[in-house]
């Protein structure tokens, strides 16, 4: 079965300067999905950033970017020009690729919680 | 075009009851799949709908059921409530079962 780890409860970021969040997974599989999602207070679970895993290339999404490193099965997210605005919980997810009987199901980490401080 | 909604948003039972939450996806989106939110266990899949025929199911007691009609709205209902059902319930809705998953805003239960 996959695992989604997500090892830092909380972190902090002065607002304008560079966070990273850290994720790891643990599948047999070689085709997979990665996301990041975002859950601010109001409880609206919102996509940051989608990875496919047969792409090399990080993803970027504007202010966010990854650091996928599938030999490592560790997918990492990084904040630049952090705004007060990105405070939220932040989740790693899985999706198993097409072809799986897991296809539509995310696995989740346990979220961070970032603070952003003025 | 609309996000995906979810009804209601606020809900408030007891022990024994049940309840049913109902979920619209995008238009146009044809998955649709469900989750729970709690502090304790994190968010944890409970089904997933395609075409009205359900293709997955987490480890839930059977007292979690749900099901999608033909315009690919959802509903999944929780009998014989238990305290431990109070939680926070998505839903997210994609075009293919392949796709990106979209949110809604939830479902807040709680069970006195």
């Known amino acids: 079965a996959q695992t989604v780890t997500q090892s830092q409860p909380e972190m902090s970021v002065q607002e304008a300067e560079t966070v990273t969040l850290s994720c790891t997974y643990d599948?047999?599989?070689?085709?997979?999905?990665l996301f990041w999602y975002k859950q601010p207070p109001s409880r609206q679970m919102i996509l940051v950033i989608r990875q496919e895993a047969y792409k090399q290339q990080n993803a970027t999404e504007n202010r966010f970017s990854v650091n996928f490193q599938k030999a490592a099965k560790s997918f990492s997210l990084k904040i630049s020009d952090s705004q007060l605005g990105d405070a939220a919980m932040y989740f790693c997810?899985?999706?198993?690729?097409?072809?799986?009987?897991?296809?539509?199901?995310?696995?989740f980490g346990q979220g961070t919680t970032l603070q952003v401080k003025p | 075009k609309a996000g995906v909604t979810q009804t209601p948003r606020y809900l408030i039972k007891t022990r024994g009851q049940q309840v049913t939450l109902s979920c619209s996806p995008i238009?146009?989106?044809?998955?649709v799949s469900w989750y729970q939110q709690t502090p304790g266990q994190g968010l944890q899949f409970l089904f997933e709908y395609f075409s009205e025929t359900q293709r997955n199911k987490g480890n839930f007691p059977g007292r979690f059921s749900g099901r999608q009609f033909s315009n690919s709205r959802s509903e999944m209902n929780v009998s014989t409530l238990e305290l431990g059902d109070s939680a926070l319930y998505l839903c997210?809705?994609?075009?293919?079962?392949?796709?990106?998953?979209?949110f809604g805003p939830g479902t807040r239960l709680t069970v006195l």
């Open positions: 997210a809705s994609s075009r293919q079962i392949t796709d990106t998953q979209y």
């Open positions: 238009s146009g989106h044809r998955s």
């Open positions: 599948t047999s599989e070689s085709d997979y999905y």
């Open positions: 997810a899985y999706r198993s690729a097409e072809g799986s009987s897991n296809t539509g199901k995310l696995i």
